[in-house]
């Protein structure tokens, strides 16, 4: 099963063909880097195995593979529909192998191995086999895994062929995604099979043997099968599209992940874990509160699907490798090692170090193993293309490789090897051996034949041996069904904390010793335990033993001191908690109300009680509730409050018991803040008409704060009592706060009254532009305003300029027959292009970049940061709203061409936006989150996250948008230079900076500027140009230039979008070395930042160029600004500068003359010369060109402004230069200013002009 690479779809030209593709196996190696004294050998390859994905070694050290060919459709069954994942819906559910339809997988046995393990014999165990996807070797047969079923293919001959059909022990497994399925099954310590299950097939579980057992559902996690009882559980849910599984030295359970910047998850029993919430639903319990994430890592490196990996316990390689973490990174076409670090009851991880990297984008190792040799073995998937949505089957099965990572040429294959033969004498020394694949072959041996001389010797090690013995003794008699009372006290009375958890979890395991367990395990609490390992399997085995005894053992835990240290101990503890409570116990309160009295560190787990409580689905919920705020009530009641709150999140429950209510009045009348705040918002949630009345009256009080009307107004929003909206319609009419009114526009969208839109409508001309855009969200919400909307649009009463394409495009989502036609009249057809116009887009660029030979990753840093930068974070730079692109498999070309040109073909879970249609019809999307009993949705507006809330009650539906934040056509708005030019950086390391903290032009650029400096275009009166005919000068840097008096020039730089830092660095250059100018560069660090250092130096100029944007200094900085203009020295203004310091937005109007009003949408504008100022001076030698920036809005210049340039886009117009003279001082500004127009010729000579005409000074070269 190949892992998902979950960032983008990659899309592959060209077919699979008749041979293979991609390096030959011998090439492939040689290829391969490795660190000292390592090398790769390969052991297998096409055509005796193709498609491989998981392998295992059996006892006579043969290797088993397992070949995924018939991937990725099932044989005989037909697809009927699939979503944006490929997630599919069967036209039936096959029957289990030999009735149901026979696919081409197959598990083949290769066989007589060379010294340097290179199997050169192969055979068919099992043929026909359709979509399996793992595969476990045990005595006496195989375990395999082939969605929906768990088989068991008995072999009790052990004749390398199956005994007859096989046995059917389990259904359900999804089947919905053939990537993401059952997987990485193996034998655990203690005898259980265990295995992985993908993210995106949904699983439902019904165990054959034993009908009675309920269903178990779930997407994600780790479950596990008894080969002896048949029973089925989960062990443990979530994780992120796990794929590959394996146990370290203490039996704990490490798991691979497809999240970025993680390595792996450690897997607790019982325990919950992060998953994609947002695509694969929240976690089966609602009532977690929580969940793990996963193990922190230091220092990552590659990309996000690491896969297959092991804990390596052998002595084939130097000691630092043991014990650590070695798995596949799919996206980086490598083999990375990580270190494992224990910490408290799990792990933190680094990156150690590389142990393969392939240089070969074929390279797609899926899965590890390690052999009898001790050395780690990798399976190849070999095949250029990487990712699993593409519904076309054109993956190369023609290819797959195996290869062995050696240490210094060996160890030699064991090739005689046959641990059947071995007496039990022979295999308990197996138990030793420093290569786990012995004992944990042994350790099955043993099981199976257990006799008394050897279980004597085990009992011995479990009283006297050192940990790794007394383990192995422990699991195999376990695993023989021996006697599990005597090992468990054995065990949980041992001195070695990892005994004794091994001790508590087995105990536990066994449902007839119940009664006895919860004994055991409150006693274990009470003995104040200090190992973080075993209180953690204390809590986990809570969940399993009777509710009276996981509720005390939970809360006795809960006054370990270990415990309160450890957060993730506290919600292990929780789980067993919530278990109890919702089994129906209340026997745990005694217990947990004497602790509460004298345990502050309770406050957490009282809030999570009372939040539990107040779901009201408990026997007994409500007594409990009550005394849980009585007992609270002599101190702070404020967690209890907290819970209830969070409880009823979501919609107000009908009513509380009157003790209840009557309890809550008086706190609120009697105790402290934070306290009679929140039991008045309990009360208003509980429709008490006293406490809405005294919300409603916060919301009309002008006298308060801001934010505290706010604060009543969402919890308004989520109550929605009927008398509130017309307070909140006057309100919105009556309010001059922008802050206020955006509140107001929140809350009124989720009324349906018609009046509403009429209301924002009339408002609409007079508001500010941060009102008015919300004000468009809200109107777009419900087909009744939206309509209104477009109506008045199409009557010329509304700006069709303040509505975008993408809004029209929400308008037509609405699927209201009227108001579409009535944006197709404004807008044309809105809908995404075709797939075959985005295939075809694809393929040409996909041919066309290569031809780009003079591709420059600099200049494609500049477009990154103008197109991308706003949501993606790329070498550390840049916005959160997308997916972080540094770790896709952005080196492949066609897969970052299919994502950017069909941007919806494919979107990571955590991106996904959601439609949510309420139940009074509002239709709303973003990226979806559950909270409690409520939904998030974020949107990305003006550069920020906008968060609407939404109870579950008002939910009517959720659906999964087939579209994408990322607008389409992106790539259109570029140049094929400028699209090489992105894809160069794109596939860049991080570049390096030369000029320090201050980016700087390359080299090439320079010259490019210099050479046009020499140019005959450049003359013009007042400015000579070094290199021009008759000055005898070439371009560069010219002794001359110290002996013309200088002019100092302040650049004062600030505006992070556009780089200004790059650009004007490149100017610097460009002026001091062709010009008598000293350039001082003043670069803001934040926009954030109160202070602009170097400012002072702005008094000392003869002139300033400012490119800055929003920044919010003050005090004396921009008093220095202020100064400066007030001095009458010229000052340039660049694109940004309109709106350059936030505290001072006049700027634009007083000293430029302009008149900014925010900027139409992306995309190439035209910029012509005003006809009637074709002399001017500053546009000597200026033709037309074009812009990528937006083209600015400025509508109402000044009187006494010349506007010298001019952009168009589409049909609008706007002035984009103009020169001022007033006072008598000279002013010029610009809009343009995007880092592609500092690579323009025409762009470059205006500002040299506008320089020399602002100053009155005859700018002439060095001589």
């Known amino acids: 099963m190949l892992p998902r690479a979950l960032a983008l779809p990659l899309l592959l030209a060209l077919a699979a063909t008749a041979s293979a593709q991609g390096y030959s196996p011998d090439e492939a190696v040689k290829r391969m880097k490795l660190p000292d004294g390592f090398s790769a050998r390969c052991v297998a390859h096409e055509p005796m195995v193709r498609q491989p994905v998981s392998i295992s070694f059996d006892t006579r050290g043969r290797m088993w593979v397992l070949q995924y060919l018939q991937y990725p459709n099932y044989a005989g069954l037909k697809a009927l529909k699939q979503d944006q994942y490929l997630r599919t819906v069967w036209d039936k559910t096959p029957e289990p192998p030999p009735r149901g339809p026979k696919g081409a997988d197959k598990i083949t046995i290769l066989f007589d191995p060379d010294e340097h393990g290179v199997f050169r014999k192969s055979k068919d165990f099992l043929t026909g086999l359709n979509i399996a996807s793992g595969f476990c070797l045990v005595r006496g047969g195989v375990y395999v895994a082939q969605p929906p079923y768990l088989l068991f293919y008995a072999d009790k001959d052990e004749d390398d062929a199956p005994d007859g059909d096989p046995e059917v022990l389990l259904s359900g497994f999804g089947m919905d995604d053939t990537h993401s399925l059952a ?215 023609t290819n797959g490789r195996i290869y062995r990572i050696e240490y210094k040429g060996g160890p030699d294959y064991p090739r005689d090897l046959d641990l059947r033969k071995k007496t039990p004498a022979e295999l308990l020394e197996l138990l030793k051996h420093p290569n786990v694949w012995y004992r944990r072959e042994a350790r099955q041996l043993l099981a199976a034949m257990l006799d008394k001389p050897t ?166 919920w409500d007594g409990q509730l009550l005394e849980v705020m009585q007992m609270r009530s002599q101190r702070d009641p404020a967690p209890v409050l907290r819970g209830i709150v969070k409880g009823l999140e979501g919609g107000a429950m009908k009513a509380f018991p009157a003790k209840v209510m009557n309890t809550l009045r008086s706190i609120h009348k009697r105790q402290p803040q934070p306290s009679a705040e929140l039991a008045l918002e309990i009360l208003a949630r509980l429709n008490d008409e006293t406490a809405i009345e005294t919300f409603l009256v916060r919301v009309a009080n002008a006298e308060l704060p801001d934010a505290e009307r706010l604060g009543a107004m969402n919890l308004m929003k989520q109550l929605r009592p009927t008398m509130a909206e017309a307070v909140f319609l006057r309100e919105f009419e009556n309010s001059t706060s922008d802050a206020l009114r955006v509140g107001l526009l929140n809350v009124l969208e989720a009324y349906p009254d018609p009046k509403i839109g009429q209301t924002v409508l009339a408002a609409y001309p007079g508001s500010s532009a941060a009102v008015k855009k919300r004000s468009v969200q809200l109107l777009l919400s419900r087909p009744a305003w939206a309509v209104a909307l477009f109506k008045a649009l199409d009557a010329g009463t509304f700006p069709k300029t303040d509505v975008s394409v993408d809004q029209a495009r929400v308008a037509v989502s609405l699927a209201d027959k009227d108001l579409t036609a009535l944006v197709e009249k404004h807008f044309g057809k809105v809908a995404p292009a075709t797939a075959g116009e985005k295939q075809a887009r694809i393929s040409w660029l996909n041919a066309q970049i290569p031809r780009e030979k003079a591709a420059d990753a600099v200049r494609g840093k500049a477009l990154f940061a103008k197109h991308c930068a706003a949501c993606h974070v790329f070498h550390g730079e840049g916005g959160k709203v997308g997916p972080d692109l540094t770790t896709a498999d952005r080196k492949n070309r066609g897969y970052m061409l299919a994502q950017i040109v069909d941007p919806s073909g494919y979107i990571r879970p955590e991106f996904v936006v959601q439609t949510v249609l309420t139940t009074d019809e509002r239709k709303l999307s973003g990226v979806a989150k559950e909270v409690g009993e409520t939904i998030e949705l ?48 794109l596939a860049s390391d991080a570049l390096k900076n030369p000029g320090g903290d201050t980016p700087t032009l390359t080299d090439p650029e320079v010259a490019d500027l210099f050479a046009y400096l020499a140019s005959d275009a450049l003359k013009n009166p007042g400015v000579d140009t ?49 010009y008598p100018i000293e350039c001082v560069l003043i670069s803001a660090k934040a926009e954030k930042d109160a202070a602009l250092a170097g400012i002072e130096e702005l008094a000392k100029c003869d002139a300033a160029i400012f490119f800055t944007r929003r920044l919010q200094i003050e005090g004396e900085s921009l008093y220095a600004v202020k100064s400066f203009v007030k001095s009458g020295k010229p000052l340039l203004g660049l694109r940004t500068a309109s709106h350059g310091f936030q505290k001072w937005l006049e700027m634009d109007k007083d000293v430029f003359g302009g008149d900014y009003k925010g900027h139409f949408g992306q995309g190439v504008s035209d910029v012509s010369v005003v006809e009637a100022q074709k002399d001017h001076p500053v546009l000597k030698g200026v033709a037309a060109f074009k812009t990528s920036g937006s083209l600015y809005k400025n509508p109402n210049v000044a009187a006494d402004v010349t506007v010298l340039l001019r952009g168009s886009f589409g049909k609008e117009s706007e002035p984009v ?32 002009n506008a320089l020399a005409w602002a100053t009155k000074t005859e700018l002439k070269a060095a001589k």
Not at 957 to 982: G, N, Y
Not at 1041 to 1052: C, F, N, S, T
């Open 1026 to 1074: 070094p290199g021009s005919p008759g000055s005898g000068q070439a371009p560069g840097v010219n002794p001359g230039v110290a002996e013309q008096k200088k002019l100092k020039v302040a650049l004062v730089s600030g505006s992070f979008e556009y780089k200004s830092d790059e650009s004007l660095a490149g100017l610097k250059k460009l002026l001091e070395a062709s």
């Open 1217 to 1248: 230069a103009w020169v001022r003279e007033k006072d008598g001082r000279r002013v010029v500004y610009t809009s343009l200013g995007h880092p592609g127009d500092f690579k323009d010729e025409n762009f470059t000579r205006f500002v040299v």
């Open 455 to 620: 279980a004597k010797t085990l009992w011995k090690w479990v009283s006297e041996g050192n940990t790794q013995l007394c383990l192995e003794a422990i699991w195999t008699l376990y695993t023989a069904g021996g006697d599990t009372e005597r090992i468990t006290y054995e065990a949980v009375g041992h001195s070695d904390p990892v005994i004794r958890t091994w001790g508590i979890r087995l105990k536990a395991d066994h449902p007839e010793m119940l009664r006895d367990v919860g004994r055991l395990l409150a006693h274990a609490a009470l003995s104040q335990e200090r190992s973080s390992i075993v209180l953690a399997q204390l809590a986990c085995s809570a969940k399993r033993v009777r509710p009276h005894e996981a509720g005390m053992t939970a809360i006795q835990l809960l006054s370990n001191p270990v415990v309160r240290d450890d957060p993730a101990l506290q919600l292990l503890c929780w789980w067993a908690l919530e278990s109890a409570i919702t089994r129906g116990s209340d026997t745990w309160f005694e217990r947990f109300e004497l602790r509460s009295e004298i345990d502050p560190a309770l406050d957490l787990i009282t809030e999570r009680i009372a939040r539990r409580l107040s779901a009201g689905d408990v026997k007994g």
């Open 938 to 985: 974020s949107n990305f507006v003006d550069n920020k996250v906008v968060t609407t809330v939404i109870p579950k009650k008002d939910v009517a539906d959720v659906r999964p948008s087939a579209v994408s934040l990322m607008p389409e056509k992106l790539l259109d708005t570029l140049t094929d230079p400028e699209v090489a030019d992105l894809f160069a950086y």
């Open 183 to 397: 997987n990485s099954l193996q034998i655990g310590p203690d005898g259980w099979l265990y295995g992985a299950a993908g993210s995106t097939s949904t699983s439902k579980i019904k165990n054959l043997t034993h009908p009675a057992d309920p269903v178990v559902e779930f997407q994600q996690g780790v479950w596990r099968f008894h080969p002896k009882t048949k029973k089925f559980e989960l062990f443990s849910e979530g994780g992120g599209n796990p794929y590959g599984l394996d146990f370290d030295k203490n039996g704990q359970a490490i798991v691979g992940t497809n999240y970025g910047g993680f390595a792996c998850l450690h897997q607790l029993q019982g325990a919950y874990y992060v998953k994609g919430f947002s695509k694969h639903g929240p976690l089966h319990n609602p009532h977690t509160y929580g969940y793990f994430e996963h193990v922190p890592y230091k220092n990552f490196k590659g990309g996000h699907v690491t896969c297959g990996g092991i804990v390596y316990q052998g002595d084939a390689y130097p000691k630092e490798f043991r014990d650590q973490y070695i798995a596949a990174n799919l996206l980086s076409n490598a083999i990375y090692w990580h270190k494992l670090e224990p910490v408290k009851s799990s792990f933190v991880a680094s990156h150690g170090g590389e142990l393969i990297e392939a240089n070969d984008p074929w390279f797609r190792p899926v899965d590890l193993l390690q052999g009898p040799d001790g050395c780690v073995y990798v399976v190849d998937f070999y095949d250029r293309r990487a990712a699993h949505l593409d519904p076309v089957d054109n993956w190369d099965k």
